[in-house]
C-alpha cells in the first residue's frame, strides 16, 4: 500500500511506452518537416516531465529519436541532393535539422547524467548509458557537420557536451562497451569509437571542403573508424589532442600550459594505409568499389579528391604550410565568377570596375600562394567554396585570378575566407578550337593563366562545356600563332573550367 502511494504518476502520453509508440508511429508517416517539428516538441516535454524516473525517460527519448532518424535522413538529402530549393525552402531545412539535433543532444545528455546518478547502476543500466553515449556524440557529430555545411562558427557548447558525455563515459566505465547504435543500422560501435569519428572529422579542416565533399568525407570517417587509434601519449599514430576537460575543438602541436586536461591524443594510424589503398585501388579500376558505403553513387572524380584531402590529414606527417604567412592589411576590390574575372581584366588600365557585384574586403594575412581576408559585409549569398574570384589589390597595378579555398562566417554577414591566387598576370585571349576536322570559325574567350613560379603550369580558364577531350586551342596572333594543348583538367566550378596546357608555337 505505501510503494502505491508513494509511486511516481503522470498523465504525461510518453508515461507509457506502448501509447508513446502508436504516437510515434503516426509522426512516422507524415511530411519530414511538420513531423520533425513534432518531435521537437515531444524531446523537449519528455525532457521536462518532473514524473519521469531516470530510465523510463531514457528510453522514450530512445524511441523519439529512432522516429526521427528516417525524417533528418530525406531531409538531409533534400538539403545536399537538390539544386531546385529556394533559398526560403533550405533555410527551413537547415533549421528544422539544426534545432532537432541540438535538442536532442541536450536531452540525450540530460538523461546520460540522471541515469548515471543512479547509484542502482545494473548491466542493463550499463547497456543503456552506453547507446545513449552513442547516440549523443552521434547526434554531435552530425550537429557539427551541419554548421560547416552553412560554413557558421562552430558554437563552442558543442565541445562543452562532449566533455560532459566523455565525463559520464570515464565515471561509469562504458567507454568500450559496444552496442547497436540504430536498430536499422548493422554492426556495432562504441562511445570511444563515436568519439573518434567526431574528432577525426573535426581534424580535418571541413571548411576547405564543399557540402558534398563534407558528405563523403564523414563516410569515409565512418568507414575506417574501427581502425582509429586513441592513446594517452602523442605518437606517428596519434598526433592529434584533445582537452577534453575544456569547451575547445581537437588541435595539434604543442600542448598549452593552461589546458585543463585531462588531455587525449588520437589520430588516424592504420586507417591511414587503408585510404592510400582504398585510392590506389580506386585510381587502378577507375570505379569506386560498391562495397563502399558513400550513401549515394559517387564518381571517381568526387571521391579521389576527397581521399587525397583526408590523406593530409592523416599522415604521421601533419601537413605544414607550404608558404610563410605573414600579417598584412589591405583593401581589396573583388568581382566573382568567369564573366566578373572576363570583365575586369578587359577593362583599360587604371579604370575602376563599379555595379553590385564589385565588393571590398580586407586582406589580413598574405603568402606566396594566397591570402587570407575578411568579409565584412556579404551581399548575396554567393560565396562557396570554388567559388572564382578577380582580385585587385590597393595600390596595385593589376588583376590577380583566386579560388576561395577556406571559407568561415563569423557571424550576421561577416566571414573570413582563404583564397589560393592562380596568377598575379592573368591575361584574356581569344581561341579557336582545333580537332581532327580542322578549325572552328567561330572563337572562345578564355583566360590564360602565367604560373606563379617556374615548377608550376601553364593553366587555361574556360567557360563549362567548351573543352572536350582531343581539343587543342589556337591563338593567332601577328608575331606568330600559338597552339595550347591541354595535359588535364585540374578543377571545375559552377561557371568555369580550370585546364593545364602546354605551349607550341606554330609560325
Known sequence: MLKFFSRNTSDHPFADLKVARELLAAIASGDSLASLEDLIHWLQSVRGEAAFKANHRAQALLLIDETAQMHVRRLARDYLGSTRLLKQQEMRIWNAVDTYLKEASIS???????????????????????????????????????????????????WSMVSRVYAVAEQTRISQLPVVAYPSLPGETTMQRELLRLFMFAACSPDTLVPVEMELAERLIAHFAPRFAAAGEPSAATPYWVDLGAAAAPRRGAVPAEAVGPIGYFGAA????????????????????SQLSLGGTYETEHVLPVLDHLEQHWSPKLPERKYIRQSAKLRLTVTRGFDGVLDVLQLPAGQ?????????????????????????????????????????YEGGSHWSVGIVRRLVRSGGQQANVGLEVLSRAAVPVELRIKTDYGLSLDSEVGVLLPALRTDEELRLLLRPGVYDAGQTFKIERAGGDRLLVPARTVERGNDYELLAVRESRQT
Open 270 to 289: 592504420s586507417a591511414y594505409s587503408g585510404l592510400l589503398t582504398l585510392a590506389a585501388e580506386i585510381r587502378a579500376a577507375g570505379a569506386v568499389p
Open 108 to 158: 540525450f545528455t540530460v538523461a546520460l547524467e540522471q541515469l548515471a546518478a543512479d547509484s542502482r547502476a545494473t548491466d542493463a543500466t550499463k547497456s543503456t548509458l552506453a547507446l545513449l553515449a552513442v547516440r549523443d556524440l552521434r547526434m554531435l557529430a552530425t550537429q557539427l557537420k551541419w554548421m560547416h555545411l552553412r560554413y557558421g562558427p562552430v558554437d563552442t557548447s558543442l
Open 352 to 392: 575602376v570596375p563599379e555595379g553590385e557585384e564589385i565588393e571590398s574586403w580586407i586582406m589580413e594575412d598574405i603568402s606566396a600562394g594566397g591570402f587570407g581576408a575578411l568579409v565584412p559585409a556579404i551581399k548575396q549569398d554567393w560565396l562557396h567554396i570554388g567559388c572564382l574570384l578577380g582580385l585587385h
